[in-house]
């Protein structure tokens, strides 16, 4: 029902931004929480950084905090990942995702999400 699509991803020095974008279709984005993963090739997906449906409510990984930013607008049906201080450990396949099961709330394990987009390679190499 719901298709994601992510964008912005690529081959960026230490230090260096990527902003990344997700848009959303087949439904009215509001009701959703909203989350961003990521996987290394040979890893686990993990979570990156959540948003809840009002917008007011935001968590982050350790990994990530203070480094990335996570925001959403309803009216484009997008969610946003604004990534600075890149480290070469940020290298990944970035997803994002949507959920209702969490009725709203911000949660950033992976099992909690039902749709997903395809990723977007993020890659931090000098």
């Known amino acids: 029902q719901l298709q994601l699509v992510e964008s912005g991803g690529g081959l960026v020095q230490p230090g260096g931004s990527l902003r990344l974008s997700c848009v959303v279709s087949?439904?009215?984005?509001?009701?959703?929480?909203i989350g961003w993963f990521r996987q290394a090739p040979g890893k686990e997906r993990e979570g990156v950084s959540c948003?809840?449906?009002?917008?007011?409510?935001?968590d982050y990984a350790d990994s990530v905090k203070d480094r990335f930013t996570i925001s959403r607008d309803n009216a484009k049906n997008t969610m946003y990942l604004q990534m600075n201080s890149l480290k070469p450990e940020d290298t990944a396949v970035y997803f994002c995702?949507?959920?209702?099961?969490?009725?709203?709330?911000?949660?950033?394990?992976?099992?909690?999400?039902?749709?997903w987009g395809q990723g977007t390679q993020v890659t931090v190499s000098s």
């Open positions: 995702a949507v959920t209702l099961k969490l009725f709203g709330r911000c949660w950033i394990d992976p099992p909690s999400y039902d749709s």
């Open positions: 087949g439904s009215n984005l509001d009701r959703y929480a």
């Open positions: 948003i809840s449906s009002s917008g007011r409510s935001t």
